[in-house]
């Protein structure tokens, strides 16, 4: 089976739309949490993922929107774009996102948003968080995102390495456990402002990672006519 793995939407539809169209055709859609929160189109990219079927955790800016933690936490821009999302999103769309758990396990894979054992929170950038998350999880391997970075962390017989993602790397997973990051769909954090996307394909553990071109103009404008962060718009452009 052929899985798209998308991570950190951030209600960032003209992202997820050249997403989906770039990793076709894929059999199953995971997405690793933070659908909406910071962008423009958090009714539109929930009623995607609902009409792909997607299978997907929640983030915090996912679990913030649904009033099931606190924003006290979260920087201004981030809590004024969750307080516009709980005020605008329609109550099915809502109830989707607040269907979703925190953990799911698919075959061999958990997912998680930031990591198996703190699933809201933590961020996975370092070998000794990496190194007490990969015993934290049942199944072999373990997909996250939140860092909005393409990455892994393996373990290599007690000694953990992190591999780094970029346009077209690819990994063959194998007895070694591991956590694999998708990077984030709507607003990528590396300098790199072109959208991220995992696949896995689920019979041969080959995992593969695109960075892909979008209309980031569309999305910059979408969030200019809102009641958000100007911010947030012009950090798309710069992938920061
Ligand atoms: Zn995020």
């Not at 920087?75 to 999103?89: E, F």
């Amino acid at each position: 089976m052929r899985v798209a793995v998308l991570s950190d939407i951030h209600s960032n539809l003209p992202a997820l739309e050249a997403v989906l169209e770039a990793v076709r055709p894929f059999d199953q859609l995971w997405v690793a949490g933070d659908i909406v929160g910071y962008g423009p189109h958090p009714d539109a990219v929930v009623e995607r993922l609902r009409n792909l079927d997607a299978v997907a955790v929640q983030g915090n800016h996912d679990a913030a929107a649904l009033g099931r933690i606190p924003v006290g936490t979260f920087n201004d821009m981030a809590r004024a774009a969750v307080k516009w999302t709980a005020r605008t999103m329609k109550p099915h769309n809502l109830d989707w996102l607040a269907e979703q758990p925190e953990i799911r396990v698919e075959g061999d894979y958990t997912l998680a948003h930031g990591s198996p054992r703190d699933p809201l929170w933590e961020y996975l950038f370092s070998i000794p968080a990496a190194r007490l998350n990969l015993a934290a999880f049942e199944t072999p391997y373990c997909i996250v995102g939140h860092t909005h970075h393409q990455m892994t962390f393996r373990d290599d017989h007690g000694r953990v390495e992190a591999l780094l993602a970029d346009d077209g790397s690819a990994l063959e997973l194998d007895e070694r456990r591991s956590i694999l990051n998708a990077g984030s769909v709507g607003q990528p954090r590396d300098g790199d402002p072109r959208a991220c996307a995992m696949t896995v394909d689920t019979d041969t553990a080959a995992v593969e990672w695109r960075r892909i071109e979008y209309p980031i103009e569309e999305t910059q404008a979408a969030i200019r006519e809102l009641p958000l962060p100007g911010r947030l718009a012009d950090r798309l452009e710069l992938g920061v």
